[in-house]
């Protein structure tokens, strides 16, 4: 969001129903093809606050969510991720000074809280896994942090903390590692930048690139296509997909086509909040918040173009984040303003979205994230 916005401004109620197998899962979906999902959402401000660290099964068929449980005690934890080999979930804890938050999930319906470390920034809105470390983005001292990772998953020490600087007050929103694993991408909201940048054996970042979006266009997150050799750039301050060439041998982006996440609706107040690609790298989706649609795009020439091809209402108000189920036949929106998650039907063959199929409510919504 902008700088004079209050990113702390919005909305959602949390339940648990129904009957539960001593799993924590549902007894109704017994037998049936279960996912276990993670829901985050923000107790730290409101009104209505949120329940924090949710636990939810999906249904693939249904595509019904179910909340079945949670973790006590979880502030604001806003994005998560995973460990190579899916046995620890780690989550930011998005204040100041920020956290990262480590979990045993090896029973996957009662995660357990293993440790959490201070990042050496604040608001940390955005982690991830790189080899022996754990990255995070820092929106609120706008900064990226590496932290190491200890041999049974806790977070271990900071090794490096490196501030950005723009025009504007910085505000690091996403980082994450590049397809072929040798780079760290950091994307800074406040900088108009994407910063490049490589990662030494002490843990240490170095500057490969920094590439300078237009003055404005806030680019949020990116997601690279599944080829590696492209990446869309999401604009939350200009409705926007920037798309880049990346070149994995000098760790470089090159600027191309930008196409709006609107088509030709104008409503008075938008701002994109999440961009993902299909599995297959055929369609590219970004979420409206104000409009409150998930926009669909067609992938042409490889990953080199964008087509837009509709806007879908997501069910809720204010879509801050979105995943695909992994079959690929269900999204699930979080819909902050209105604290919902809504499951909407996808068409993995075409890519279409058809209008929301059902919700849970959880209130300031954040974040749904499937195990």
């Not at 780079?183 to 800074?188: E, F």
């Amino acid at each position: 969001m902008t700088d004079g916005l209050n990113r702390r401004a919005f909305l959602g109620a949390a339940g648990v129903g129904g009957l539960m197998l001593a799993t924590g899962v549902p007894a109704s979906a017994h037998g049936r093809n279960v996912s276990t999902v993670y829901i985050g959402s923000f107790t730290s401000w409101g009104p209505p606050v949120g329940p924090g660290f949710s636990v939810g099964t999906v249904d693939s068929v249904s595509g019904k969510l179910t909340l079945t449980g949670g973790v006590p005690g979880i502030v604001d934890p806003s994005w998560f991720t995973y460990s190579r080999d899916g046995r620890v979930l780690y989550s930011t804890i998005e204040s100041d000074p920020g956290k990262i938050t480590a979990y045993t999930i090896v029973d996957a319906q009662r995660p357990k809280v293993l440790n959490s470390v201070n990042v050496g920034g604040a608001h940390p809105t955005h982690i991830s896994i790189h080899g022996k470390y754990i990255l995070a983005a820092n929106y609120g001292s706008g900064s990226v942090s590496v932290l190491s990772l200890q041999a049974d998953g806790r977070v271990g020490a900071v090794t490096d903390v490196v501030k950005h600087t723009g025009e504007r007050a910085p505000h690091a929103h996403q980082v994450v590692t590049d397809p072929s694993g040798r780079w760290i991408v950091a994307v800074d909201l406040g900088a108009d930048s994407v910063y490049v940048y490589s990662l030494d054996n002490a843990g240490k970042l170095k500057l490969n690139q920094q590439l300078k979006l237009p003055a404005g266009l806030g680019p949020r997150h990116l997601a690279f296509h599944p080829n590696g050799r492209y990446a869309y750039i999401l604009g939350e301050l200009r409705s926007e997909v920037t798309v880049a060439a990346w070149d994995a041998a000098t760790g470089k982006f090159t600027p191309g086509q930008v196409i709006s996440t609107l088509g030709d609706a104008k409503p008075p107040e938008n701002y994109p909040g999440e961009i993902e690609v299909s599995p297959d790298g055929r369609f590219v989706y970004a979420s409206n918040r104000g409009h409150d649609t998930l926009a669909t795009f067609v992938v042409g020439e490889q990953g080199k173009s964008l087509a837009f091809a509709s806007t879908t209402p997501t069910g809720g108000v204010w879509p801050r984040h979105f995943t695909l189920h992994p079959a690929g036949n269900w999204v699930y929106v979080s819909n902050q303003r209105s604290g919902t998650v809504n499951w909407l039907p996808r068409d993995p063959g075409t890519g279409k979205l058809g209008t929301s199929a059902g919700s849970v409510q959880v209130n300031n919504v954040g974040i749904v994230s499937f195990k």
